[in-house]
Structure formats: structure tokens, C-alpha cells
């Protein structure tokens, strides 16, 4: 044990030295929130399941054609992300694309996967434990979100509602398409434009058709002319997007959010792994742990960090990489291990994306990340009921 610049230490074998006495400004605290209020809202508005409403043909149509251009045009997959020999499951969909599980298509004939052969069975005869079916996933753009606690169901956020919680604040998001699908999110409802509000300036004009509204979330030609540094809510916000996708970047990643050293108001959305093939020791390590001495040996009051872990993966991606569901579980599990000691909140919002449709097996569209944000925006209106925002 020791004593250092005011703070005790004690040894961690696995990491080094670890705090016992959290970063500054943390409080485990929650004694000002009234009654009915929602409390320790990370952790109890992520908890929860996905009721899927009954879609309009339109709607259907709508999510259809999205999955469709996504999947064959962008990612060329082939119809229904289904192999012409109709085998399915524990296989990639072709040599190229190992990431990708070949499925059976969802509007066809066959579009159920059992014992690893594309059949013709209706979706309840399709749930045996290594069944996998397209049709079952929730679309969250048409789905409410229902948390185990009722008290804590996310609220819609108008602009009124956004600019009055933020103003004035600057939040970073750091991190690979995970975060940055997040800060799209965000864009849009603090606009107010789901069709165009995360478009810079710049976009080409004939691009702006191609990339409204839920296209913004793919990952090809749209995520390029994202807005990543403006200001909203009357220039009073700053919202800023650093991709830095992986955890070797960490010398970037220090330097971004040590810029905001003692900036009141701040905030840095952090998440990165995925990129490292989840990694625990290049993010706990090489990343996070050096950071946190630098905020802690600084004393820092600002800004507040949250950590986003990755989140899980849809049905579409397979195991043959060697980063599949499993992985991801004990990668979380292991990194808000390490960030507990340093009280920094964790973001984790696997529950929150099972059983949910994802686009390509690791993205999600704008259903996802939309509650996401709402989340996210409960948790500083939290923060702001305990005076710490």
C-alpha cells in the first residue's frame, strides 16, 4: 500500500496500481432523487425487453428495402443473406465474408435455418436452441423499449427538452462506429430532423436523398459527410465526434479528452475494443488505465467520463473470427471490472440490443441508438437532480 500525492493506492496484480478512492467528481450518492424518480439510471433503464408493434405494410416495406440495400448493394450479400446450397448456421456466408453467418432468406420459401439446412417452417417451429431465423428479431424503430422497472422507461427528448438539460456543455464521443452511431443519434434529436439533421454542410447535394434519415446509420458512403464538430441549442452546445476506433490509438485518445481538462460542463462518451479483437489488456492497460492516472494525478472536476462497452452482436455475425457473443460478454464484464475501483460509470447496453435486428451482425440502425441517446440523456438529467451536472 501506498500513500501518493494525497491518494492511497493499493496493489492490483493485474493492473498495477488501482484507486481506492474514485476519480473527483464521483459520488456513489443517490439520496437527493425523490421518489418516483428513476434511480441509478445505467444500470436500471438498460434492464428490460423489446415489445415489437404491429408495423403498417408501409413500415414493413420501409425496413425491407433498408436491410435489402444495406446488406446486397453495400456489403454485397447475397438475397437474404442465404447460400445457394441453402446451408445455414455455424457457417460463414462465403469464403470473403467470414464475419457474416449465412442465414436463410426471411421473404422466401425457406426462411427458417434448422439443423443448419434452410427449411420451410412457420417462426414457432423455428426456436429450437440452434435454430436461427430472420423473422424473429424485434425492429427497434417500431418497438418500445420496457424496462423491468416501469419508473424508469425512457422518455421522448424534444429540443426544448435537450437544450435545457445541455446548455451550455461540450460532449465528446471517442471511439469507433458504435460511438459514432451514437453521436448520429444524438444530432439528430437535438436538431430536431430525423431526415437530415446529421448531414454537414458539405454533403454533396446528390447524396442527400441516398443518405436521409435511417441511411445515415450504414457504413459505407453516408457515415463520411456526417457533421463531426458543430454546435446546437443556439451555438450554447458543442457536440464533437473523434473517431479513434481502436485502443492502440491512445496517445490520440488521451490528448482529445485532456483537452477538456476542468471545462465545466464536459463529457466524454467513450468506447473502443472491437477494433482490438477485444482486447482486455491493449483497452485496461494501454488505454484507460494511463488516462485515469492522468485525470486523477490532475485532480480533474471536468470532464465527466462514461464508458460505453460493445454492445451485442446480431444474428448475422458469426463466430468462425473468433470475436462472437461470448467474447463480448466476458470483454465487458472484464474492462467495468478494472473501472469499478475508479468509480466511471459504464454504459452497457447488451440487453438492450438483444433480440434485436442488426443490419450487418455488429450495427444497429436508428431504432437502437435513438434509445441509446434517450438513455444517455436521463443519465445527466440524473446527474443534474444530484448537482454534479
Not at 182 to 191: D, F, G, I, K, S
Not at 296 to 317: E, N, Y
Amino acid at each position: 500500500m501506498l500513500v501518493a500525492a494525497g491518494i492511497l493506492l493499493i496493489y492490483d496484480g493485474r493492473y498495477g496500481f488501482s484507486a481506492t478512492l474514485s476519480m473527483p467528481w464521483y459520488s456513489s450518492s443517490n439520496t437527493s432523487l425523490q421518489a418516483g424518480q428513476c434511480h441509478d439510471v445505467l444500470q436500471t433503464m438498460t434492464k428490460g425487453i423489446w415489445k415489437q408493434k404491429r408495423m403498417t405494410s408501409e413500415e414493413v416495406q420501409k425496413m425491407s428495402l433498408f436491410h435489402k440495400r444495406v446488406r446486397e448493394e453495400e456489403h454485397n450479400l447475397p438475397k437474404g443473406v442465404q447460400r445457394t446450397d441453402k446451408q445455414c448456421g455455424n457457417i460463414s456466408i462465403s469464403v470473403k465474408n467470414k464475419w457474416t453467418r449465412a442465414l436463410c432468406d426471411s421473404e422466401g420459401n425457406t426462411p427458417c435455418c434448422y439443423e443448419n439446412h434452410c427449411v420451410n417452417k412457420l417462426p414457432a417451429e423455428c426456436a429450437c436452441s440452434n435454430c436461427f431465423d430472420l423473422r424473429i428479431p424485434v425492429h427497434a424503430e417500431y418497438s418500445d423499449w420496457l424496462p423491468v422497472d416501469p419508473v424508469c422507461k425512457p422518455q421522448n427528448w424534444s429540443v426544448e427538452d435537450i437544450c435545457r438539460l445541455l446548455e451550455p456543455s461540450t460532449l465528446y464521443f471517442i471511439g469507433d462506429s458504435f460511438i459514432r452511431h451514437v453521436y448520429t443519434a444524438l444530432l439528430l434529436a437535438a436538431r430536431g430532423n430525423d431526415v437530415t439533421g446529421a448531414f454537414a454542410s458539405k454533403m454533396p447535394q446528390e447524396l442527400r436523398s441516398r443518405c436521409s434519415g435511417i441511411y445515415m446509420f450504414t457504413e459505407k458512403v453516408c457515415r463520411l459527410w456526417l457533421d463531426q464538430n458543430t454546435r446546437v441549442c443556439n451555438g450554447t452546445v458543442t457536440l464533437r465526434l473523434r473517431y479513434l476506433y481502436s485502443g492502440t490509438m491512445n496517445t490520440s485518445i488521451h490528448k482529445t479528452v485532456l483537452s477538456l481538462q476542468n471545462k465545466t460542463r464536459s463529457l466524454v462518451f467513450l468506447g473502443v475494443g472491437f477494433h482490438n479483437k477485444l482486447n482486455v489488456d491493449i483497452v485496461t492497460k494501454g488505454l484507460l488505465k494511463p488516462l485515469l492516472t492522468a485525470m486523477k494525478s490532475k485532480r480533474l472536476q471536468w470532464p465527466r467520463l462514461v464508458w460505453a462497452p460493445v454492445h451485442q452482436f446480431g444474428m448475422m455475425r458469426t463466430s468462425q473470427t473468433g470475436v462472437d457473443v461470448n467474447m463480448a460478454r466476458e470483454f465487458n464484464r472484464r474492462v467495468e471490472e478494472f473501472l469499478t475501483p475508479w468509480g466511471v460509470p459504464v454504459f452497457n447496453t447488451f440487453t438492450l440490443t438483444d433480440n434485436v435486428t442488426s443490419f450487418d451482425g455488429q450495427h444497429y440502425g436508428f431504432g437502437v441508438n435513438r434509445m441509446k441517446v434517450r438513455i444517455l440523456l436521463h443519465y445527466l438529467q440524473e446527474l443534474k437532480s444530484l448537482g454534479r451536472w
